[in-house]
C-alpha cells in the first residue's frame, strides 16, 4: 500500500484500531491516530525512530514473528496473529492482540511489517459492568421485596437507608418526610441520631428545588452551600444526592444520599431514583398499616385514598375490601369482587409478583399479613406502562444493533479490500469498491433515519414504507457487497428472466436478505457455495439463500425465529450472537406483508445445510 496515497491514507488515519508500520530496521513507517491514543506517543515523536513499545522479555517473540512472515511459504496466509502486551508512554504494560503482516514493494520484496493491535480488556470490563449492574438490580429487587414485606415504618425507614448505602456507596444517609411547608428528619444512618425530628424550611431546602424543576433526582456538590439540613455533620461532604418518594402521586418525602469519600456517577443516581420511588411505597404501606391498627374506624378512608389497588382478605382468602383504584385496574366493581377470591394469583409473603390481566394491564402485586386479625393486605399498581417500555427499549437496542450492522459489514469489508489489496487492484476496481461505499453509507444514513422514525413510531410498529421496488438490483447489491468478505464462500446468483418489481419495503429487504447472507456465511464455518436464486411462484417473488453448513436440528425450523433462540444450545457458545437477527428478520419480513421459512437444503434426510425461504408481494 501507498501510504502516501490519499486514500489510503484516510483509512489509515480514520480507523478505529492503532496501526503502527516498521521499516526492515525496525524504524517506524506509520503511527495513526488511534495508536497514539492507545500508546501515548504521538506520530512526530516515532517516526523514523525504532519501536519503543516492546518490553525487552518479549522482544524475541517479535522477532520471530517477523521471521515467520518473511520464511512463509505461499498458501500459508499473510498474517500471524498474536496475543501480548506492549508498553505505555507512561511505562505500564498494556494487554493487546496484534495482527502482524509482511509489507511488500510491488515487486514482492519485504519493505517491512504491519501490526493492527486491538485492546483485550474492553469485552472483560463491559461482561463486568453489565454484571455489576446486574448483581445490583438483584439485589434491589430483593430490598424492594423485603421493604415491601415490613410494614413497621421505623423498620421500613431503617433498611432503606441502610439500602441507599449499601447500593450507593454513600457515606452517609436519611429520610425526609414532607410536612406541608417544612421537612422532618424521620431517620438517618452514618449521621448522629440526636438530629432525629429536625425540621427545616421546604422552599428554601434542596426538595424545594427538586420539587420545583419537576424532576425526581436532583445532584448538589461542592459548589453551593451544602450545611441544609444535615449537611455539616459529615466532615469533607462534597456532593449530596436526593430522590423524591411518592404516596399517592403527590410527593410524600426524599432520601438523601451524602457522599464524602468517593464520587457519584451515573449508576449510582439511577439506583437512587429508583430506591426513593420503591421507599414511598415501602413507607407508604407501614403508614396505611399503622394507621389500619391504631384506629380501624378510618380504615375505609385510608384504603380508599390509595392510588394503588388494595385489596383485604379474610383467613379464607375471600375479598373482604375492595377500594376505588382496584376497580379501576381490574374493571371489577366492588360488589362482583367482594366475597370472592382474588381475581389474579396471590405472591407469597415477602414477594413481589408481576402478573398480566386479561385486559392487557400488567400488576405488581404485594402482600402483607396483619397478624392481630390473620388478614391479607394486597397492594397492586399498574406497572403497564413501565412493561411496554422496557419492552420497547429491549426491541429498539435489539433491532438498532442488528439492522446496522449488514451495511457497516460490506463498508468494512470493501474498506479492508482497499487497504489490504491496493496495489493489485485496477483503477476501474478501486472505483467500483469506493463507490460501493459510497452507496452503503448513503444507506446507512437512511438505516438511521429509518429506525429513529421506527423508535417515534412505538416499539409495536417497525416503520417500513410499502412502495414498488426493483428486487434485481437489491438483490445484486446485497450479493455483490458479501462475495468480498469471506474467501472460503462462493456466492452465486440466479435470477429468473424478467423478474417483475416487488411491492414492499427496498432498505428492509436488503436488510433481510444481509442477515440471511450472513447467517449463511456465519454457520458454514467450513465455507463452501451459498446459492441465492429469485423467481415468480405461485403470484409470489420466492427468493431462497442455501448454503452447505451445518443446518437446523429438525423441530427448530420455527422456533429460530423466535426471540434470544438458536439453533442448539452450543451454536451460541460456537458461532456467538444472542439469537436475535432471525426475529427481526420475521418482523421486517411480515411488516412489509411477507413470509419467511426455514427449510433443510438436502432432501434426504441428512442435516447439512440450510435454505431459507422469502417469500414478498408482486408489484400490481
Not at 386 to 402: P, Q, V, Y
Amino acid at each position: 500500500m501507498d501510504v502516501h496515497d490519499p486514500i489510503a491514507r484516510a483509512v489509515i488515519e480514520c480507523a478505529a484500531d492503532a496501526i503502527v508500520a516498521v521499516d526492515d530496521g525496525l524504524r517506524v513507517t506509520v503511527w495513526n491516530p488511534a495508536a497514539e491514543r492507545m500508546f501515548g506517543w504521538r506520530a512526530d515523536e516515532l517516526l523514523g525512530r525504532v519501536l519503543p513499545i516492546v518490553p525487552d522479555e518479549l522482544k524475541a517473540e517479535h522477532n520471530a514473528v517477523q521471521e515467520r512472515l518473511l520464511t512463509r511459504r505461499t498458501g500459508e496466509g499473510g498474517q500471524i496473529s498474536i496475543a501480548t502486551r506492549r508498553f505505555h508512554r507512561d511505562g505500564r504494560l498494556i494487554d493487546v492482540r496484534i495482527d502482524n503482516s509482511l509489507l511488500q514493494s510491488r515487486d514482492g520484496e519485504p519493505l517491512g511489517w504491519v501490526g493492527v493491535y486491538h485492546p483485550v480488556e474492553e469485552d472483560e470490563v463491559a461482561q463486568h459492568h453489565m454484571a455489576e449492574r446486574a448483581r445490583l438490580v438483584r439485589r434491589l429487587n430483593d430490598i424492594v421485596a423485603d421493604l415491601n414485606a415490613e410494614l413497621d415504618l421505623g423498620v421500613v425507614l431503617d433498611r432503606i437507608t441502610a439500602a441507599l448505602i449499601e447500593l450507593t456507596g454513600a457515606d452517609a444517609g436519611g429520610f425526609v418526610r414532607i410536612e406541608g411547608d417544612r421537612l422532618r428528619l424521620v431517620n438517618v444512618s452514618g449521621l448522629p441520631e440526636r438530629m432525629l425530628g429536625t425540621t427545616a424550611d421546604l422552599r428554601s431546602s434542596l426538595v424545594g428545588e427538586l420539587m420545583r424543576s419537576g424532576k425526581t433526582v436532583k445532584l448538589a456538590t461542592g459548589a453551593r452551600r451544602l450545611d441544609d439540613l444535615i449537611w455539616s455533620e459529615l466532615d469533607g461532604l462534597h456532593t449530596v444526592a436526593l430522590g423524591l418518594s411518592f404516596l399517592q402521586n403527590k410527593p410524600y418525602g426524599a432520601l438523601y444520599a451524602l457522599f464524602s469519600g468517593r464520587r457519584i456517577g451515573h449508576t449510582e443516581l439511577e439506583l437512587l431514583e429508583l430506591l426513593a420511588g420503591h421507599a414511598g411505597v415501602a413507607v407508604g404501606n407501614a403508614v396505611a398499616y399503622a394507621e389500619v391498627v391504631r384506629q380501624r374506624a378510618h380504615e375505609r378512608a385510608v384504603i380508599d385514598s390509595s392510588a394503588d389497588g388494595i385489596a383485604v382478605l379474610d383467613r379464607d382468602g375471600l375479598v373482604r375490601q375492595w377500594n376505588p383504584a382496584a376497580s379501576a385496574l381490574t374493571g371489577i366493581p366492588p360488589d362482583e369482587a367482594v366475597g370472592r377470591p382474588l381475581p389474579f394469583e396471590l405472591p407469597a409473603l415477602g414477594e413481589m409478583l408481576t402478573i398480566p390481566l386479561e385486559t392487557g394491564v400488567w400488576l405488581n402485586v404485594l402482600v402483607a399479613e396483619i397478624e392481630e386479625t390473620d388478614e391479607l393486605v394486597v397492594d397492586f399498581r399498574d406497572v403497564t406502562e413501565a412493561k411496554a417500555l422496557e419492552e420497547a427499549k429491549d426491541l429498539f437496542l435489539a433491532t438498532t444493533s442488528h439492522e446496522l450492522r449488514t451495511p457497516v459489514t460490506v463498508v468494512q469489508g470493501f474498506a479492508s479490500t482497499l487497504t489490504n489489496r491496493w496495489d493489485e487492484l485496477a483503477d476501474a476496481d478501486r472505483r467500483a469498491a469506493v463507490a460501493t461505499i459510497a452507496e452503503r453509507a448513503q444507506s446507512l444514513g437512511r438505516l438511521v433515519e429509518h429506525l429513529l422514525r421506527g423508535a417515534r413510531a412505538g416499539a409495536d410498529e417497525l416503520a417500513v414504507t410499502i412502495e414498488t421496488f426493483d428486487l434485481v438490483k437489491v438483490l445484486e447489491g446485497v450479493v455483490a457487497g458479501f462475495r468480498s468478505l469471506s474467501d472460503l464462500h462462493r456466492v452465486e446468483l440466479e435470477i429468473e428472466p424478467g423478474l417483475p418489481p416487488a411491492r414492499g419495503d427496498a432498505l428492509a429487504t436488503d436488510i433481510v436478505l444481509g442477515q440471511l447472507l450472513e447467517n449463511a456465511f456465519k454457520y458454514s464455518p467450513d465455507g463452501g457455495e451459498v446459492r441465492v436464486r429469485a423467481r415468480c411462484e405461485g403470484g409470489e417473488l420466492e427468493i431462497t439463500v442455501a448454503d452447505e453448513g451445518i443446518g437446523i436440528a429438525p423441530g427448530d425450523h420455527d422456533r429460530i425465529f423466535e426471540r434470544f433462540v438458536q439453533g442448539e444450545a452450543g451454536d451460541r457458545r460456537r458461532f456467538g450472537g444472542i439469537g436475535l437477527g432471525l426475529y427481526i428478520v420475521k418482523r421486517l419480513t411480515e411488516a412489509q406483508g411477507g413470509r419467511i421459512s426455514a427449510h433443510p437444503a438436502r432432501t434426504d434426510g441428512a442435516r447439512t445445510g440450510t435454505r431459507m425461504c422469502l417469500r414478498l408481494r408482486v408489484a400490481d
